[in-house]
C-alpha cells in the first residue's frame, strides 16, 4: 500500500476515555432507554454453549411476554448467551417477535409434534446448523481459505458462527461493522465521506446489548510478536517442551481481564497501567466498532477524535459472539495456536497514539466472569436478572461447585471452587458471607419443587477487582435446574421425553444438558426437542413468576424512574 492509500484508508473514530476508577457515565447512558439513572432493569444471560442459547431463547420469550423487555435498560451476555443476544440484537425488523422467540405455550398445550418443528424465522433454527456435518463442511472451506491466505487462522472460528448461526438471518455480511443506531452512523458517514462500509443498528425495540469477553496477557511464555498469529497458526511450542505433563485445569502465569462489545464501541473501562505488551497500557475506555482492531493510531483531537488507518478485516457480529464465546482460548494460547480462536490488534484509550497497538487474544467472557453480570453492576443497574444457564443441578457434586452451586456464582462470593477450570483469578463482588443464604435459598426453591430463583439485596464491596462502585442492586439468581411445577403440567407423552436416554437426543439429564457433547457423536449439536423443551420449561418459569402485578417471584419491583 502506498503511502497516498494508507492516507485514504484512514479512519476518524469517537473514542470515548473513561474517568479513573470507571464511574461512566457510559455513552449509551446519554439515551434515557439505556440509562439505569433512570429506573430501567437489565439481565444477564451466563455462557453454556448451545445450552445457553436455548435457555436465554425460553427466558427472553418470557421476559416479552411478561411485558418486562420494555424496562430492561440492558442485555449482558456471555458465550452461548452471546449467540442468542446477538441475533436477538440484530434481527432483521422484517422478523416479528412471535417468528424469533416463538410463541408462548401452556404446558399442557405442548405436543410431541410440535416440540419437533424448528420453523423458519425462529432463533431456536439457528442451534440447527451446529451438527458435526455441517461445521466440518464450512470448516473444510474456511482451512481452504486460510491456506490460500485470504483469512488469518484466528478467524476460522467467528467464520463457523457467522456462516451457520448469522447467515440465516441476514447478518453474515463480511463488509458491514456494528453501531448503535441511525445517529451514530450518520456521525460516522459525515467524518468519513469516503468510507466504504456497511453498518448493522441495534434493533429499534432492543435492550441495549453487551457481550462480554476475556483479554488474555500475558500468556506466560507467549507473547504476540507483530501480527504474526495474522498468518500462522503456531507461534512458539517452548512451554510445552518444558512442562509436558500441563493439566487443563493449571494455566500457569495467565492474566485475565474483562471486556465488552457493544453496538456502540467496545473495549474495557478499567485502566491496566502498564499491563500490556512491551508496558503498554490496557484500557481506559472504549472506541466506535469500525475502528477496533486497527494499528497504532495517528493521533487524537481535543473531541477525542481519532485517526487511524484502517484494519485489515472489518470488525463484525461473528467477532464479536466468536470471541465471546472462544471457551478454549487461554489453554490454546499457551500450545502456541490461536486454535481459530479470535486475535484483535488493540491500543489503549490513554496517551492515544503515544501507545502501540498489539496483538492479543481475546476469549470466552467466561474464562473470567461466565454470569455476565459485571457491565449490568459497572452501569449500577438496581435491578437485575442473572440467568445462571448451569450445566450442574443444584446439590450437584461436581468439583466445579461450591456447596452444590456452581461455581460460577459462589465466585462473586470469593469462593473458588476445588476445579477452577484453569482460572483462581480474583472476581470476588459480593461479601462471602451472602453466599450460605443464597445457596439455600436455590436449594429450597428446587427441593419445593418450584422455579430455582432466590432474589435478594447485595452490597458490592469496595475495592473489588473490576473497580465496581459500591451499591446495593436487587438480584434475582434464576438457576438452571428442573422446575417441577411446569413438569407436572406437561402431558404424559411430553413429561416422558424428559426420561429418554436416545444418546442421539439424550433427555435424562434435563435440563442440565452438557456444554459439549449432550448427544452421540456430536460436539455442539442439540435437537428441535432438546432445544424447544428447555425453551418452554424457562417461558412458562418467567411468565409465571411475574403473574402478580408489581412483582417478580413473589419479590416487590421498584418501578421505573419518573
Known amino acids: 500500500m502506498n503511502q497516498d492509500d494508507t492516507q485514504a484508508a484512514a479512519l476518524q473514530a469517537q473514542a470515548y476515555p473513561i474517568a479513573q476508577p470507571p464511574k461512566g457515565p ?52 456471555v458465550s452461548g448467551g452471546s449467540w442468542f443476544g446477538g441475533l436477538f440484537s ?22 410431541v409434534a410440535m416440540l419437533d418443528q424448528l420453523p423458519s424465522g425462529y432463533l431456536g433454527s439457528a442451534l440447527g446448523h451446529l451438527s458435526n456435518e455441517e461445521l466440518a463442511a464450512w470448516l473444510a472451506l474456511y482451512l481452504l481459505e486460510y491456506k490460500w491466505g485470504t483469512i488469518p487462522f484466528d478467524k476460522i472460528w467467528g467464520r463457523l458462527l457467522n456462516a451457520t448461526l448469522l447467515s440465516p438471518f441476514g447478518l453474515g455480511d463480511l463488509n458491514t461493522s456494528l453501531t448503535l443506531n441511525q445517529q451514530t452512523l450518520a456521525a460516522i458517514e459525515a467524518r468519513n465521506p469516503s468510507l466504504n462500509a456497511n453498518f448493522f443498528t441495534l434493533r429499534k425495540d432492543r435492550p441495549f446489548f453487551i457481550a462480554g469477553a476475556t483479554l488474555v496477557y500475558p500468556q506466560n511464555t507467549l507473547s504476540p510478536q507483530g501480527d504474526f498469529v495474522r498468518s500462522y497458526p503456531a507461534r512458539d511450542h517452548a512451554l510445552l517442551r518444558t512442562q509436558p505433563r500441563l493439566e487443563p485445569g493449571d494455566l500457569p502465569g495467565q492474566t485475565y481481564r474483562p471486556f465488552e462489545y457493544t453496538p456502540g464501541y467496545s473495549g474495557t473501562p478499567q485502566l491496566f497501567a502498564g499491563a500490556g505488551v512491551n508496558g503498554v497500557d490496557i484500557g481506559n475506555g472504549y472506541v466506535e466498532n469500525f475502528a477496533f482492531d486497527t494499528p497504532t493510531p495517528r493521533g487524537v483531537n481535543s473531541s477525542d477524535i481519532v485517526t487511524v488507518a484502517a484494519g485489515q478485516f472489518p470488525f463484525l457480529l461473528s467477532d464479536v459472539i466468536g470471541s465471546s464465546s472462544a471457551a478454549l482460548a487461554s489453554l490454546i494460547d499457551l500450545s502456541g495456536y490461536s486454535g481459530g480462536f479470535p486475535y ?54 461436581d468439583k466445579g461447585c461450591v456447596d452444590g452451586i456452581d461455581g460460577q456464582i459462589s465466585r462473586l462470593f470469593g469462593f473458588i471452587p476445588a476445579n477452577d477450570y484453569g482460572s483462581n483469578q480474583n472476581t470476588q463482588i459480593f461479601d462471602k458471607t451472602e453466599f450460605a443464604g443464597l445457596a439455600a435459598g436455590l436449594k429450597s426453591a428446587r427441593a419445593a419443587g418450584e422455579a430455582v430463583v432466590h432474589a435478594g439485596y447485595y452490597a458490592v464491596l469496595p475495592n473489588n477487582p473490576f473497580a465496581l462502585e459500591s451499591y446495593t442492586p436487587l438480584i434475582f439468581w434464576l438457576y438452571n435446574d428442573l422446575n417441577e411445577s411446569w413438569r407436572h403440567r406437561l402431558p404424559p407423552a411430553v413429561s416422558a421425553l424428559l426420561n429418554d436416554t436416545d444418546p442421539q437426543d439424550f433427555l435424562a439429564n434435563f435440563p442440565n444438558y ?39 417471584f413473589g419479590m416487590d419491583l421498584p418501578g421505573p424512574a419518573g
Not at 457510559?26 to 445457553?52: D, L, T, V
Not at 436478572?385 to 443444584?394: K, T
Not at 409465571?544 to 412483582?551: I, M
Request: proline fraction near 7%.
Open 514 to 552: 452438557a456444554t459439549v457433547g449432550q448427544n452421540y457423536e456430536e460436539l455442539l449439536y442439540l435437537t428441535p426437542r432438546q432445544i424447544n423443551l428447555l425453551a418452554h420449561m424457562w417461558c412458562d418459569t418467567m411468565v409465571q413468576g411475574f403473574a402478580a402485578q408489581g412483582q417478580a
Open 344 to 397: 484483535f490488534q488493540y491500543w489503549p484509550i490513554r496517551k492515544i497514539g503515544q501507545q502501540a497497538s498489539a496483538s492479543y487474544s481475546f476469549g470466552d467472557g467466561g474464562i473470567l466472569e461466565n454470569i455476565g453480570i459485571v457491565p449490568l453492576l459497572r452501569r449500577k443497574y438496581r435491578v437485575i436478572f442473572a440467568f445462571v444457564n448451569s450445566p450442574f443441578p443444584i446439590n450437584a457434586t
Open 26 to 77: 457510559y455513552p449509551e447512558q446519554s439515551i434515557p432507554r439505556y440509562n439505569a439513572a433512570k429506573g430501567m432493569w437489565a439481565a444477564c444471560f451466563s455462557g453454556g454453549g448451545p445450552r445457553a442459547f436455548a435457555a436465554s431463547l425460553g427466558q427472553m420469550r418470557g421476559l416479552q411476554a411478561a411485558g418486562v423487555v420494555p424496562l430492561l435498560g440492558a442485555i449482558s451476555c
Open 90 to 111: 440484530y434481527a432483521p425488523s422484517s422478523y416479528s417477535d412471535q417468528q424469533l422467540l416463538g410463541p408462548v405455550v401452556a404446558p399442557g398445550d405442548l405436543t
